[in-house]
Protein backbone atom coordinates (compact mmCIF):
# COMPACT_ATOMS: atom_id res chain seq x y z
CA UNK A 1 0.00 0.00 0.00
CA UNK A 2 1.36 3.67 -0.28
CA UNK A 3 -0.35 6.99 0.75
CA UNK A 4 -1.28 10.09 -1.28
CA UNK A 5 -2.25 13.30 0.25
CA UNK A 6 -4.73 15.08 -1.99
CA UNK A 7 -6.44 18.64 -1.50
CA UNK A 8 -9.50 19.80 -3.95
CA UNK A 9 -11.51 22.12 -2.24
CA UNK A 10 -13.89 20.99 -0.04
CA UNK A 11 -12.52 17.23 1.47
CA UNK A 12 -16.04 16.27 0.92
CA UNK A 13 -15.77 15.67 -2.63
CA UNK A 14 -12.80 14.55 -3.16
CA UNK A 15 -13.48 11.43 -0.52
CA UNK A 16 -16.67 10.92 -2.40
CA UNK A 17 -14.88 10.67 -5.77
CA UNK A 18 -11.82 8.59 -4.34
CA UNK A 19 -13.83 6.22 -2.46
CA UNK A 20 -15.27 5.13 -5.74
CA UNK A 21 -11.95 4.53 -7.24
CA UNK A 22 -10.56 0.95 -8.03
CA UNK A 23 -7.52 0.22 -5.56
CA UNK A 24 -8.09 2.53 -3.48
CA UNK A 25 -8.31 1.04 -0.22
CA UNK A 26 -9.25 3.50 1.97
CA UNK A 27 -9.71 7.82 2.07
CA UNK A 28 -9.66 9.59 5.44
CA UNK A 29 -10.78 13.46 5.58
CA UNK A 30 -8.36 15.96 7.28
CA UNK A 31 -5.80 18.98 7.10
CA UNK A 32 -2.43 19.15 5.46
CA UNK A 33 -0.17 22.22 4.59
CA UNK A 34 -0.44 24.27 7.78
CA UNK A 35 1.75 25.51 10.50
CA UNK A 36 -0.17 24.10 13.88
CA UNK A 37 -0.49 20.62 15.25
CA UNK A 38 -4.04 18.54 15.48
CA UNK A 39 -6.00 22.07 14.23
CA UNK A 40 -9.95 21.74 14.41
CA UNK A 41 -11.97 22.51 11.69
CA UNK A 42 -13.43 25.33 13.06
CA UNK A 43 -9.46 27.04 13.55
CA UNK A 44 -8.88 25.91 9.69
CA UNK A 45 -11.72 27.67 8.50
CA UNK A 46 -10.63 31.05 10.25
CA UNK A 47 -7.57 30.53 7.05
CA UNK A 48 -4.87 31.01 10.51
CA UNK A 49 -3.68 27.75 10.39
CA UNK A 50 -1.75 27.40 6.50
CA UNK A 51 -3.94 24.04 6.48
CA UNK A 52 -6.04 22.97 3.33
CA UNK A 53 -8.67 20.56 3.64
CA UNK A 54 -7.43 17.32 2.29
CA UNK A 55 -7.56 13.68 1.70
CA UNK A 56 -5.56 11.15 2.61
CA UNK A 57 -5.52 8.76 0.56
CA UNK A 58 -4.91 4.71 0.94
CA UNK A 59 -4.12 2.80 -2.34
CA UNK A 60 -2.65 -0.70 -4.22
CA UNK A 61 -0.16 1.16 -6.25
CA UNK A 62 -0.24 -3.03 -7.91
CA UNK A 63 -4.00 -1.18 -9.24
CA UNK A 64 -4.16 2.27 -9.92
CA UNK A 65 -0.90 4.39 -10.01
CA UNK A 66 0.22 7.66 -8.50
CA UNK A 67 -0.42 9.31 -12.09
CA UNK A 68 -3.80 7.85 -12.44
CA UNK A 69 -4.72 8.77 -8.75
CA UNK A 70 -3.59 12.61 -10.33
CA UNK A 71 -5.64 11.83 -13.18
CA UNK A 72 -8.80 11.53 -11.86
CA UNK A 73 -7.85 14.37 -9.30
CA UNK A 74 -7.04 17.47 -11.69
CA UNK A 75 -10.64 16.07 -13.78
CA UNK A 76 -12.33 16.22 -10.69
CA UNK A 77 -12.24 19.78 -9.74
CA UNK A 78 -11.04 22.69 -10.48
CA UNK A 79 -7.23 22.78 -10.75
CA UNK A 80 -7.20 26.60 -12.31
CA UNK A 81 -8.92 28.48 -9.36
CA UNK A 82 -6.69 30.06 -6.66
CA UNK A 83 -8.16 29.46 -3.23
CA UNK A 84 -11.21 28.40 -4.76
CA UNK A 85 -14.16 26.03 -5.51
CA UNK A 86 -16.98 26.85 -6.69
CA UNK A 87 -18.79 29.16 -4.27
CA UNK A 88 -16.24 27.73 -1.53
CA UNK A 89 -13.59 30.33 -0.86
CA UNK A 90 -10.56 30.99 1.03
CA UNK A 91 -7.11 29.31 1.05
CA UNK A 92 -7.94 26.28 3.09
CA UNK A 93 -9.52 25.30 -0.25
CA UNK A 94 -6.73 25.52 -2.31
CA UNK A 95 -5.69 22.57 -4.86
CA UNK A 96 -2.79 20.92 -3.53
CA UNK A 97 -0.46 17.53 -4.12
CA UNK A 98 1.03 16.78 -0.96
CA UNK A 99 3.96 14.65 -2.39
CA UNK A 100 4.63 11.74 0.42
CA UNK A 101 8.34 11.13 -1.96
CA UNK A 102 10.20 12.24 -4.60
CA UNK A 103 9.09 10.07 -6.83
CA UNK A 104 5.42 11.59 -6.08
CA UNK A 105 6.77 14.91 -6.88
CA UNK A 106 8.55 14.62 -9.89
CA UNK A 107 5.51 12.43 -11.32
CA UNK A 108 3.14 15.39 -10.15
CA UNK A 109 5.09 18.10 -11.57
CA UNK A 110 5.60 15.74 -14.97
CA UNK A 111 2.15 15.69 -15.05
CA UNK A 112 1.29 19.26 -14.38
CA UNK A 113 3.64 20.36 -17.60
CA UNK A 114 1.80 17.39 -19.48
CA UNK A 115 -1.58 19.23 -18.67
CA UNK A 116 -0.07 22.52 -19.73
CA UNK A 117 1.76 21.39 -22.61
CA UNK A 118 -1.69 19.92 -23.98
CA UNK A 119 -3.91 22.96 -23.27
CA UNK A 120 -6.25 20.64 -21.22
CA UNK A 121 -7.39 24.12 -19.35
CA UNK A 122 -8.37 27.37 -20.56
CA UNK A 123 -6.77 29.10 -17.46
CA UNK A 124 -3.49 28.04 -15.66
CA UNK A 125 -3.03 25.29 -13.53
CA UNK A 126 -2.62 26.65 -9.80
CA UNK A 127 -2.39 23.27 -7.99
CA UNK A 128 0.32 23.93 -5.24
CA UNK A 129 2.76 21.11 -5.45
CA UNK A 130 4.58 20.80 -1.97
CA UNK A 131 5.57 18.49 0.38
CA UNK A 132 3.51 16.65 2.99
CA UNK A 133 3.49 17.92 6.28
CA UNK A 134 1.78 16.19 8.85
CA UNK A 135 -1.79 15.23 8.00
CA UNK A 136 -4.60 15.77 10.88
CA UNK A 137 -7.36 13.50 10.41
CA UNK A 138 -10.92 15.64 10.62
CA UNK A 139 -13.51 15.21 13.06
CA UNK A 140 -15.68 12.05 12.69
CA UNK A 141 -18.54 13.72 11.25
CA UNK A 142 -17.16 14.51 7.94
CA UNK A 143 -16.36 10.76 7.65
CA UNK A 144 -18.00 9.35 4.89
CA UNK A 145 -19.95 12.26 4.39
CA UNK A 146 -21.71 11.99 1.11
CA UNK A 147 -22.41 8.54 1.46
CA UNK A 148 -24.08 9.81 5.01
CA UNK A 149 -26.01 12.70 3.40
CA UNK A 150 -26.43 11.94 -0.19
CA UNK A 151 -29.74 14.01 0.01
CA UNK A 152 -28.40 17.17 1.63
CA UNK A 153 -28.27 19.77 -0.70
CA UNK A 154 -24.26 20.40 -1.05
CA UNK A 155 -24.03 16.39 -2.10
CA UNK A 156 -26.62 17.21 -4.74
CA UNK A 157 -25.31 20.44 -6.28
CA UNK A 158 -21.94 19.58 -5.50
CA UNK A 159 -20.81 16.07 -4.99
CA UNK A 160 -23.11 14.64 -7.21
CA UNK A 161 -21.55 15.92 -10.68
CA UNK A 162 -18.12 15.31 -9.51
CA UNK A 163 -18.81 11.36 -9.01
CA UNK A 164 -20.90 11.56 -12.32
CA UNK A 165 -17.91 12.54 -14.36
CA UNK A 166 -15.30 10.11 -12.24
CA UNK A 167 -18.63 7.54 -13.69
CA UNK A 168 -18.32 8.84 -16.98
CA UNK A 169 -14.83 10.21 -18.28
CA UNK A 170 -12.95 7.28 -15.61
CA UNK A 171 -15.16 4.27 -15.52
CA UNK A 172 -12.35 2.05 -15.97
CA UNK A 173 -11.29 3.26 -12.83
CA UNK A 174 -14.52 2.94 -10.74
CA UNK A 175 -15.04 0.10 -8.16
Known sequence: MDIAILAGGCFWCTEAVFQRVKGVEEVKSGFCGGHIKNPAYREVVTQRTGHAEAVKITYDPKIISYKELLMVFMATHDPTTLNKQGHDVGTHYRSAIY???????????????????????????????????????????????????????YCQYVIDPKVRKLMTQYADFVK
Not at 100 to 107: L, V
Not at 119 to 143: G, K, L, M, S
Open 99 to 153: YTNEQQHEIALRYIKELTDQRVYENAIVTEVAPATPFYDADDIHDDYYNNNRLQG
